[in-house]
């Protein structure tokens, strides 16, 4: 909204600018006219064609700046607004994959690696998107290590993990309270988004990690 009523008054006030500078030289043609000499008396008046359409040129020139501008800003808060769809759509389908995980290990079902490829394929590829809004960065070097091999024995683990991992971000009160945080509280805003990130960069290697394994026992299963 700042950026449309920016944009809106600036163009607003380019064409009153033009209004008024054409209301201005008006008056000053009437008064010209109630005082001027009489026809044929005194010199002819100068007139510079030049100036006049450059003058033209320039006024236009600023009435077509503010409406590209104005243009501009309208997109921008369209695309702001597609940014905050995908990235509402995107947290909740990682809360309901991993809903799905948790129901599957809690009733003790065989591991369907093919399924498991596919949530956690879902689950890395939303989590990756999100932050590419996100920019969420590690607080030390660990969190930039390379992935270790995950055994077939620890498969099970590793999701219970992934649901943890899920669970801590998606609760994260950064994520949740940013519309009503005060002065006084900012260290705490910035204790739980450091935190978000670090759950957001581990969600995004975990998920990962177990999506290579699952592929690589699925066609044997």
Not at 58 to 81: D, P, V
Not at 150 to 164: D, F, H, S, T
Not at 166 to 190: H, I, M, Q, R, Y
Request: with cysteine.
């Amino acid at each position: 909204m700042k950026f449309r009523l920016s944009g809106t008054r600036r163009f607003l006030g380019c064409v009153g600018s033009l209004f008024i500078a054409g209301g201005f030289t008006g008056t000053v043609w009437a008064q010209g006219s109630a005082t001027a000499p009489p026809p044929g008396a005194g010199a002819p008046g100068i007139i510079n064609p030049r100036a006049a359409d450059r003058q033209r040129q320039i006024n236009e020139g600023r009435l077509r700046s503010a409406e590209m501008e104005a243009t501009a800003e309208l997109e921008n808060q369209k695309h702001i607004q597609e940014v905050i769809v995908h990235m509402k759509e995107d947290f909740t389908r990682i809360q309901v994959v991993r809903n799905d995980i948790a129901r599957n290990l809690v009733a003790h079902k065989p591991l369907d690696y093919s399924l498991i490829f596919e949530q956690t394929g879902e689950i890395h590829k939303r989590a990756s998107r999100m932050n590419v809004y996100m920019l969420a960065h590690a607080p030390d070097s660990k969190e930039t290590e390379a992935a270790t091999d995950l055994p077939q024995e620890q498969m099970v683990g590793a999701l219970v993990r992934l649901c943890k991992l899920v669970d801590s971000f998606t609760e994260n009160p950064a994520l949740k309270n940013v519309a009503t945080v005060d002065a006084n509280g900012l260290d705490k805003v910035k204790e739980d988004k450091a935190r978000a990130d670090k759950d957001l960069l581990a969600i995004i290697k975990l998920s990962e990690q177990i999506k290579k394994k699952a592929d690589s026992f699925r066609g044997s299963h």
